[in-house]
């Protein structure tokens, strides 16, 4: 009897149930699950080349815009950047050339200056303690080398002879002098002065002092109320203190 009453309760159970003698058979495990989904992480090389395209782009685009020297000041005009070099006395403003033997030598340099005119821009002075560097003027070459061959070309105008050579010269060569000048001020107003402030000595050849060490303070107006004129007036202040530097070297003959 118990066994027909078993069979009779599986028999009356529902068409399609899930379970199975009493053992319960989750239908969610029948289930169709999705395929899975991947999301592949970006390769790190690629993240690189990006990055490196991006900044190869980026100072391309810096060249460029240096390449041209313009700015675009909006309304279809350009401001151009000027170029400006020291220029050297001419024949007509030198004095009569002072006259050395054959066996007379100078060597100019080495030359020195301050930090602040370690820069392409033109510097000029607004106060004592307040310099500004102009946004569209700058020096054609570095400044030290632009003053120490002009400095170079006056001394030779000025004593005659072509014996005159900036530092560094060949080794072969050996000056019977040598100026040593350091540069202390050199910069300019755009509605006063330009001035040259140098402390400078001659030596021989081995190296010890003709001169005592000389402090030269030279100012001259500026002109023209621009940068042409500021370069100008720093001109004739070189010229001033070749002028001083070429006496003491012709004493010393």
Request: net charge positive; charged share 20%; aromatic share 8%.
């Amino acid at each position: 009897m118990r066994a027909q009453t078993k069979l009779e309760g599986i028999s009356k159970m529902p068409f399609g149930s899930s379970a199975v003698l009493g053992d319960r058979i989750e239908s969610s495990k029948y289930q169709r699950i999705p395929p899975a989904q991947f999301s592949r992480p970006p390769c790190p090389e690629t993240k690189i080349l990006f990055w490196r395209y991006l900044l190869l782009l980026t100072l391309l685009g810096c060249g460029l815009f240096l390449l041209t020297g313009c700015v675009d000041l909006g309304s279809g005009t350009t401001q151009t950047t000027r170029l400006y070099v020291l220029s050297p006395m001419t024949t007509a403003e030198a004095p009569a050339a002072i006259r050395q033997d054959g066996d007379f030598a100078l060597g100019v340099g080495p030359l020195s200056l301050p930090s602040y005119l370690k820069r392409p821009q033109v510097v000029t002075r607004i106060s004592e303690n307040e310099i500004v560097t102009a946004d569209f003027a700058n020096w054609a070459e570095p400044l030290d080398r632009n003053f120490q061959r002009v400095l170079t070309e006056n001394l030779s105008l000025l004593l005659g002879t072509e014996a005159v050579y900036p530092h560094p010269w060949r080794r072969t060569l050996k000056p019977a002098y040598r100026l040593q000048l350091g540069v202390i001020r050199f910069d300019a107003n755009l509605t006063g002065d330009a001035v040259l402030t140098a402390r400078w000595e001659v030596l021989d050849g081995r190296g010890q002092p003709l001169t005592d060490k000389t402090k030269s303070v030279y100012r001259q107006a500026v002109a023209r109320e621009d940068m042409a004129g500021v370069v100008t007036a720093m001109s004739l202040a070189l010229e001033d203190l070749s002028r001083e530097i070429a006496a003491a070297v012709a004493r010393l003959n």
